[in-house]
């Protein structure tokens, strides 16, 4: 499956699209035009994987344990080909990747950084960063 790649530097951030697209519908929506300052200053390295909601909870076709099955692949495909991706990209082998967004894409988000936010750093398979308020969310640093 393609992976949209945007900005050159900077923190890892990986965007879920919204609904049933693909990996070019965050540029579609404006979502990379609103990040644009933070991408040119090298504060992130933004990228975006397709989604399969059509082929899973958005088909009426597929029964429920089939689109938990089909979610439950694509949950494996991000963390042992897209996470891995993203490290080598950035030169980074033990990346923090920052994740986002909307709709069925913020359920996306939110459920890979809860599957490893209870597992510490050293043991968790993607290095997602966990959700605000956990002991993986970096510390800030004052300017």
Sequence with gaps: MPIAS?????????IFPVGQGDCLEVERIRLIQAIEPHLFAGRCHAFSAESINRHAW?????????AARRQALYAAYVEDEVVPYIR????APDA???VAGAGFGAGASQADT??????PASGRRSGFMGPPG???????RSR
């Design 6 to 14: 945007y900005g050159d530097r900077g923190h890892p951030l990986l």
């Design 58 to 66: 958005m088909n009426p076709e597929v029964p429920p344990p089939e």
């Design 88 to 91: 080598r990209v950035t030169g």
């Design 96 to 98: 923090r990747i920052a």
């Design 114 to 119: 809860r599957a490893n936010a209870s597992r």
């Design 134 to 140: 956990s002991s993986s969310r970096p510390s800030r």
